[in-house]
């Protein structure tokens, strides 16, 4: 079976940080691109950070510089850590893994979901 499980979201003040960890039960995760979208209730789903098999990474504007994207493929595990927290990056996190260019899509993967709070 395959499956996404999101962990590491909580509460942080503005300017703290936190990590965001994927473990991913997928055959094969090496070739998978991994992304991290958010989503707050009432608007859309929005990409956060992605990174290929090759290890090439994209970001969103809002993010560059504070938020880095990595892979460990021997843990089947993507990561994402958050630096410089501002009260607008408060949404629900998702993983999302899929294979060729369906990030995103009904043919991606997609975990539960965790919540990340930043208070001012």
């Known amino acids: 079976q395959v499956q996404l499980v999101e962990s590491g979201g909580g509460l942080v003040q503005a300017g703290g940080s936190l990590r965001l960890s994927c473990a991913a039960s997928i055959s094969g995760f090496s070739v998978y691109a991994v992304a991290w979208y958010r989503q707050v209730p009432g608007k859309q789903r929005e990409l956060v950070a992605s990174?290929?098999?090759?290890?090439?990474?994209n970001y969103a504007d809002s993010v560059k510089g504070r938020f880095t994207i990595s892979r460990d493929n021997a843990k089947t595990t993507a990561f994402l850590q958050m630096n410089s927290l501002k009260p607008e990056d408060t949404a629900v996190y998702y993983c999302n893994a899929a294979l060729g260019w369906v990030l995103g899509t009904d043919k991606s993967l997609w975990g539960q979901g965790t919540q990340v709070t930043v208070s001012s």
């Open positions: 990174i290929r098999s090759s290890g090439i990474t």
